[in-house]
């Protein structure tokens, strides 16, 4: 696995470089089963900045940046469930999820899931990313 860096911007925020959407959360639900659930917020709070910036990025301008998109695309898994026609919470996808060691789609799907409202309220999002 790739280690997360942060990266200064212009506007004395942050990026996020290397990792997986998908791996991270899957290392936040461990540390969630340990008990350590200031850990697991924590990694899940820097999973979603990529595309917490596209998204803010795209409210503001009506477009996403080639650098934003190119930091979310380092989220394959992710990616891939965003451009589905598709997201459904089938049984196999509650099954997978539920496991003690769900899938990397199936943990997309989870983020994709969580984030829905957010991302339908902004027609045209999905589209740019493509």
Partial sequence: M???????TENQNFILLGGDFSTTLERALGLES???????FDTRYKA????????AEFVRTGKVSPEKLTALRRHRHLCEELR??????DEA?????????????ALAR??????E???LK?????DALK
């Avoid at 996808?93 to 789609?105: A, H």
């Fill in 122 to 126: 902004y027609e045209g999002f999905v």
């Fill in 48 to 55: 979603f900045q990529p595309l917490v910036e596209a998204l």
């Fill in 110 to 115: 989870e983020m994709y899931l969580r984030c």
């Fill in 93 to 105: 996808y509650l099954k997978d999820i539920s496991s003690e060691r769900p899938t990397q789609q």
């Fill in 84 to 89: 589905a026609a598709e997201h459904k919470a």
């Fill in 2 to 8: 790739r280690k997360i860096t942060l990266k200064p």
């Fill in 117 to 119: 409202p957010l991302i």
């Fill in 34 to 40: 340990e008990g350590d659930f200031e850990g697991a």
